[in-house]
T-cell receptor, first 114, second 115 residues
Framework: NAGVTQTPKFQVLKTGQSMTLQCAQD?????MYWYRQDPGMGLRLIYY???????DKGEVPNGYNVSRLNKREFSLRLESAAPSQTSVYFC?????????????FGPGTRLTVL | DQQVKQNSPSLSVQEGRISILNCDYT??????FLWYKKYPAEGPTFLIS?????DKNEDGRFTVFLNKSAKHLSLHIVPSQPGDSAVYFC??????????????FGTGTLLAVQP
């Protein structure tokens, strides 16, 4: 099992460009998440998908859109990138089980917006 | 408004000694707490968790303590090893209107275990 995979690993964009970050999980989890990690800020939730066909905003959704393509895949799109979106992006997945509520994370995408 | 706080950005400990990482939270409705470990250039990995109905949970060298009255939890690592050097994130499970297990993360503590 690969767990949670993310592509690309690194990306440099110019202000105003668009791109899509891809995420896939092979653990048959229902829920998927997108976080960003910035220095001194911890991980902040951008969007999440509780189950296939549903998506909801997290703490910092502005400037992003998401698509839950199927149960395995959850993509994050930046329509018009801004320098404030320079960050490390993590995708995660989880499945609720009694006393086992942990999320499993991908390796991250390091994005720089110039 | 930071609901989960890790007030120590860094901690340095000698190999073999105890490492104690602290976390405070403000929302009394949190019912599940987790610790994650993160190495550079990798995603966070789950380490240990505790339900709000317990005050202690052990897993090998790792023990998490929960003090609900103080809204405080701590992670103890005994004995500390150089491979434990990483950033440790505390997280609490919160709900936003019937959603799934959304986690709220602290800002992390960088642990350095000196050989």
């Amino acid at each position: 099992n690969a767990g949670v995979t993310q592509t690309p690993k690194f990306q440099v964009l110019k202000t105003g460009q668009s791109m899509t970050l891809q995420c896939a999980q092979d653990m048959n989890h229902n829920s998927m998440y997108w976080y960003r990690q910035d220095p001194g800020m911890g991980l902040r939730l951008i969007y999440y998908s509780a189950s296939e066909g549903t998506t909801d905003k997290g703490e910092v959704p502005n400037g992003y859109n998401v698509s839950r393509l199927n149960k395995r895949e959850f993509s994050l799109r930046l329509e018009s990138a801004a320098p404030s979106q320079t960050s490390v992006y993590f995708c995660a997945s989880s499945d609720r089980r009694p006393l086992k509520d942990e999320q499993f994370f991908g390796p991250g995408t390091r994005l720089t917006v110039l | 408004d930071q609901q989960v706080k890790q007030n120590s950005p860094s901690l340095s400990v000698q190999e073999g000694r105890i490492s104690i990482l602290n976390c405070d939270y403000t929302n009394s409705m949190f019912d599940y707490f987790l610790w994650y470990k993160k190495y550079p250039a990798e995603g966070p990995t789950f380490l240990i968790s505790i339900s709000s109905i317990k005050d202690k949970n052990e897993d090998g060298r790792f023990t998490v303590f929960l003090n609900k009255s103080a809204k405080h939890l701590s992670l103890h690592i005994v004995p500390s090893q150089p491979g434990d050097s990483a950033v440790y994130f505390c997280a609490a499970k919160g709900y936003y209107g019937g959603a799934t297990n959304k986690l709220i993360f602290g800002t992390g503590t960088l642990l350095a275990v000196q050989p």
